[in-house]
């Protein structure tokens, strides 16, 4: 059975012990590394090995999870690459597409699996949807929101890698390819450092999907509209409820039925994500979140991060 480490005992890394602790008819979950001594606490919850450093606990695992500050998933995911173990790193990949290529070389080149904490590619309301957008007809627009203010803003990067990096990743799941071009325009209210609130307009040819992204709002909502020919969707993807709008619109007319809920089988999609890691490392199969995927996310966020401070549009290459 594989054995598992987790790099990081924060507020979600905590959510990382404890799927792998429940995964338990899949994997061994051996220790948690913190440079924190107070998350000893976290691994003596779980009855596992607490590490300061977190090469001290390679040894012992076959796979690592890195759940740390975002600047620092590189120089974690490269040494534990190199150190012949299968990595799952939390969203963004990295900081830049220049690193996060870097990674995917070289998990390619030592035969590791690489996979990427893009969770909504495991959330059964997302999947559902794209399953439904096969017999919906053309799509027209998309919008979507990943919005809150319930916690405190990230100091190691701003709102478009955040948050940014969930929207493209789930439009790239959703659609099997890249934009032609990127708008973004962002504001800085709480800090110059790093934006608070973003607004990108990604340009696929034929539609257009408009990403919000925002630390300011006072409710949380990561949704998405997916308007088409025949049928709109509304997903709420945090509550994982998708509604089915039979609306056909026309300059001369507009015909509608009435509106109804598609049932979803809710699951818990970082516990799924975790589970198909495991396989993944287990079997040597590509994961659908890999690092390769991990990598367009991040030069989306590149791109919309530039456009923004350019104040122009980007072409996508």
Known sequence: MIRIGVIGGGAWGANHVRCFSELSDACTLVGLADVDESKKALSEKYKIRYFKDYREMLPFVDAVSIVAPTNLHYELAKFCLQSGKHVIVEKPLTISEKEGATLVRLA?????????????????????????????GEI?????????????????????????????????????????????????FLSEEREDYAVAML????????????????????????????????????????????????????????????????NEPLKDELRAFVSSASSGKTPVNSGTEGLKAVKLCDLAAKSAELHKEIVVK
Not at 122 to 128: D, G, L, P, R, W
Not at 205 to 233: Q, T, Y
């Open 140 to 188: 027209q627009f998309i919008s979507m929101r990943h919005i809150h203010s319930t916690k405190p803003p990230r100091k190691d990067m701003g709102v478009i890698f955040n948050f940014g990096s969930h929207m493209f990743d789930t439009l790239d799941f959703l659609l099997d390819r890249a934009p032609k071009k990127i708008f973004c325009e962002k504001s800085n």
């Open 203 to 266: 340009d696929y040819g034929k539609f257009m999907a408009n990403v919000e992204l925002s630390w300011l709002h006072p409710l949380k909502k990561r949704d998405v509209w997916v308007i088409c020919s025949k049928k709109k969707f509304y997903v709420d993807m945090e509550e994982q409820k998708i509604t089915c709008y039979p609306i056909d619109i026309t300059l001369e007319k507009t015909t509608a039925l009435p509106a109804f809920e598609i049932s979803v089988d809710k």
């Open 108 to 136: 390619e080149k030592k035969n590791q699996v690489l996979a990427v904490g893009h969770l909504y590619r495991f959330c059964n309301a997302v999947v559902k949807l794209k399953e439904l957008l096969s017999d919906a």
